[in-house]
């Protein structure tokens, strides 16, 4: 299973001083050097971590694959034609949410979507869409053209910090289920959000085989604060390799 990482909180805590430090190109080389599978950072409309400038460089100095999360917007839409990320992944966005609360609502968006998603196709742009695990959101992803989905795992994860393990287990199979159908139409599958260094390990045993690719990063930045960055990338690639 490979490893994304997420370094928006490294902008995060930079944004809070408006300063030069810490540096989010620089966390993202020292994920590469620790072993991360691809480097993920959510471009927002508000600009309250990620800036424009720190997805350039990103893009031209770190040699991993760099995944694009963005609004379905046309802004957001010209500057990812501009930079050409390996993938773009939708996500709903607004502005007052502390982070990002649940899945794009595909079957309502499908006219939208194919249309928004023509210039990708066309430059060989890997598209995902951020949904919830549900197969019909699964199906309409591939109708209107995604070669991949990334299933909300926030449901999972808040799930177990409550101990349900009867509810936790219906929800590992809803993801299951999900995830089948969109290797059963030819899509890829990711997985992400709110995944930690705690509840991992019970996921990846459930979903190894469905979910190629976790996403992960408040966890992993949580902890390099207190452990180093490169020490918190390699322990959490342990945890869904080891």
Do not use: C
Request: aromatic fraction near 6%; proline fraction near 4%.
């Amino acid at each position: 299973m490979r490893l994304g990482v997420n370094i928006d909180h490294v902008a995060t805590l930079r944004q809070a001083r408006k300063t030069f430090e810490p540096s989010p190109v620089f966390a993202a080389l020292i994920a590469q050097q620790a072993g991360a599978d691809q480097i993920t950072l959510h471009l927002r409309e508000d600009r309250r971590h990620i800036q424009d400038r720190d997805l350039e460089l990103i893009k031209e100095l770190v040699n991993l694959p760099v995944n694009l999360e963005m609004a379905p917007t046309q802004e957001m839409r010209e500057i990812a034609l501009r930079v050409k990320p390996s993938r773009i992944t939708l996500v709903p966005e607004r502005r007052q949410e502390i982070t990002t609360e649940g899945g794009l609502n595909v079957p309502e968006m499908m006219d939208f979507l194919r249309s928004y998603l023509k210039p990708f196709k066309e430059k060989k742009i890997e598209v995902s869409l951020f949904i919830e695990p549900n197969v019909d959101h699964v199906r309409a992803s591939k109708d209107v053209g995604a070669d991949a989905v990334e299933l909300h795992t926030g449901r999972y994860a808040n799930l177990w910090k409550e101990g349900n393990k009867l509810l936790i287990k219906e929800e590992i199979e809803r993801i299951k289920r999900a995830g089948m159908e969109a290797k059963s139409l030819g899509l890829k599958v990711y997985a992400g959000h709110g995944l930690t260094y705690q509840n991992v390990g019970e996921f990846v045993t459930e979903l190894k085989g469905v979910v190629e690719e976790l996403n992960v990063g408040h966890s992993i930045i949580s902890n390099a604060v207190i452990f180093g960055l490169e020490r918190a990338v390699k322990e959490f690639l342990h945890l869904i390799r080891g």
